[in-house]
């Protein structure tokens, strides 16, 4: 049968196999690895999945790529970013060198609020720009699907900007995206309290936002509008949290997610639990008994340690407790301008291989199958199995311990989309 891509000879063709599901505990440290492996892709789908012998026997095509000593790999996920804004945080970086916390620089009215004002300035051709940018960044890192979120517009129009943003880059991008509106990101200097611009996102943002999701290609394509809230001492206490959640859920009727313990434990996972929430994320000084609370749900707990290393912290969450607990555990990048300057899932592996002590196996799952199931996309994305979208990463190793071991080493090679390659390390 003529297909229309062959990739064979992969040294490894890591497939994070799992029959449509995110593996839990033991289970993240199968990769389903198929030796001298291949893959037969037709209509931007996986075909068939084997070893090269058997699918040269089945399959033939006039674009075959050669993966001899390479791994094969299913695209990145990236389950948390804040992948659209503009400016930058280069004198927060500064000044955390010099001593401020995180936490002193947003209450002094800088970080994510410095970032907000200049995402309310610029224009959504600016800021789309800015984005594709990043996007292509990430993608020449691995990452084929990414979750962006909304939350540094802080007043309705700008919130609206960036979710028209977001719409554009999935409509324009290669990469997959999924949209998330955080406006309970932080609290503007024009509300008194938390409690009074809780009240405005509740009432004027979410029916602006939900307006603007039911009028979108996602809509009609079936894609939610995930709701996200930063819950955190100073911020969001875990009341408020509970009620742009469960409005979310009850009255909009979409999933809901949170970043919850990234410096205080305020029992945020808790109340997302009790909300079926698709995600926790952070997850930094969450107690142990919490984790195992939550792995015993559906829910994935999404860690985040790039954060903890761009913020000099020799800190980590808890990991090892949530997969050993037989949790379903993510890693993403949290890509924003202030914790996470960074578009590389590679290198979070190599963190939390080292700090969290995840095997690189497990760590490769949390970046694909699992992180996929964080945006319930575990069907679509995130393992090589037939009848998935045809996203690759081919890599320039023939071990894919390789990738959270040789940090910082450029060793994604070919990415590929839905079939077709959208970059080649040696274009
Ligand atoms: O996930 N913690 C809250 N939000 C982001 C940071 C956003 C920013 O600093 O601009 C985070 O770490
Ligand atoms: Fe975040």
């Not at 449509?20 to 389903?32: I, S």
């Not at 224009?123 to 990414?146: F, I, K, Q, S």
């Not at 980590?316 to 890509?335: K, Q, S, V």
């Not at 071990?399 to 959208?422: C, H, M, N, S």
């Given at each position: 049968m003529n297909v229309d891509l062959l990739i064979v000879g992969a040294a490894q063709l890591?497939?994070?196999?799992?029959?449509?599901?995110?593996?839990?505990?033991?289970?993240?440290?199968?990769?389903?690895?198929?030796t001298d492996g291949?893959?037969?892709?037709?209509?931007?789908?996986?075909?068939?999945?084997?070893?090269?012998?058997?699918?040269?026997?089945?399959?033939?095509?006039?674009?075959?790529?050669?993966?001899?000593?390479?791994?094969?790999?299913p695209g990145l996920v990236d389950c948390h970013t804040h992948a659209v804004y503009a400016g930058d945080r280069l004198d927060d970086f500064e000044s955390r060198i010099q001593g401020k916390t995180y936490m002193e620089i947003l209450a002094a009215?800088?970080?994510?609020?410095?970032?907000?004002?200049?995402?309310?300035?610029?224009?959504?051709?600016?800021?789309?720009?800015?984005?594709?940018?990043?996007?292509?960044?990430?993608?020449?890192?691995?990452?084929?699907?990414?979750?962006?979120?909304?939350?540094?517009?802080?007043?309705?129009?700008?919130?609206?900007?960036?979710?028209d943003v977001i719409a554009r880059l999935d409509r324009e991008h290669a990469m997959t995206i999924r949209p998330t509106f955080l406006g309970a990101h932080s609290v503007p200097p024009e509300f008194a309290s938390a409690h009074a611009y809780a009240d405005h996102v509740l009432h004027e943002m979410m029916p602006a936002i939900f307006a603007a999701h039911a009028e979108s290609h996602f809509a009609a394509q079936g894609v939610p509008l995930?709701?996200?809230?930063?819950?955190?001492?100073?911020?969001?206490?875990?009341?408020?949290?509970?009620?742009?959640?469960?409005?979310?859920?009850?009255?909009?009727?979409?999933?809901?997610?949170?970043?919850?313990?990234?410096?205080?434990?305020?029992?945020?996972?808790?109340?997302?639990?009790?909300l079926g929430a698709l995600s926790v994320d952070h997850l930094d000084v969450t107690p142990d008994a919490e984790l195992e609370l939550l792995a015993g749900s559906e829910t994935v707990g999404v860690f985040l340690p790039a954060v903890n290393f761009n913020l000099g912290s020799t800190h980590?969450?808890?990991?090892?407790?949530?997969?050993?607990?037989?949790?379903?555990?993510?890693?993403?990048?949290?890509?924003?301008?202030?914790?996470?300057?960074?578009?590389?899932?590679p290198l979070v592996m190599a963190i939390a291989c080292r700090y969290q002590k995840l095997l690189p196996a497990e760590a490769l799952n949390a970046i694909t199958i699992n992180a996929a199931a964080a945006l319930k996309l575990e069907g679509v994305v995130g393992s090589i199995e037939p009848g998935k979208q045809a996203d690759f990463a081919i890599l320039?190793?023939?071990?894919?311990?390789?990738?959270?071991?040789?940090?910082?080493?450029?060793?994604?090679?070919?990415?590929?989309?839905?079939?077709?390659?959208?970059?080649?390390?040696?274009?």
């Open positions: 890591v497939t994070c196999a799992s029959g449509g599901r995110p593996k839990r505990g033991a289970q993240m440290r199968d990769l389903g690895i198929i291949a893959v037969a892709v037709k209509d931007g789908r996986i075909l068939d999945v084997g070893t090269t012998a058997d699918m040269r026997a089945r399959y033939q095509s006039e674009h075959t790529i050669d993966a001899s000593g390479r791994v094969v790999c009215g800088g970080g994510i609020m410095s970032t907000a004002r200049a995402t309310r300035a610029a224009t959504a051709d600016e800021l789309y720009a800015l984005a594709a940018h990043r996007l292509d960044v990430m993608l020449h890192n691995g990452t084929t699907t990414a979750e962006i979120k909304t939350g540094y517009g802080l007043d309705s129009a700008t919130e609206l900007k960036m979710f995930a709701v996200d809230v930063f819950c955190e001492e100073g911020v969001f206490d875990t009341v408020l949290s509970g009620q742009i959640l469960s409005a979310a859920r009850e009255c909009w009727g979409q999933p809901v997610k949170a970043h919850v313990d990234e410096f205080v434990n305020l029992g945020g996972v808790r109340v997302a639990l009790e980590f969450g808890h990991a090892r407790a949530l997969i050993d607990a037989g949790g379903i555990l993510a890693l993403a990048t949290d890509l924003n301008p202030g914790s996470a300057p960074t578009p590389s899932l320039a190793t023939d071990d894919y311990r390789a990738l959270a071991y040789e940090f910082g080493a450029p060793l994604v090679e070919t990415v590929i989309i839905k079939g077709e390659v959208q970059w080649n390390a040696s274009y």
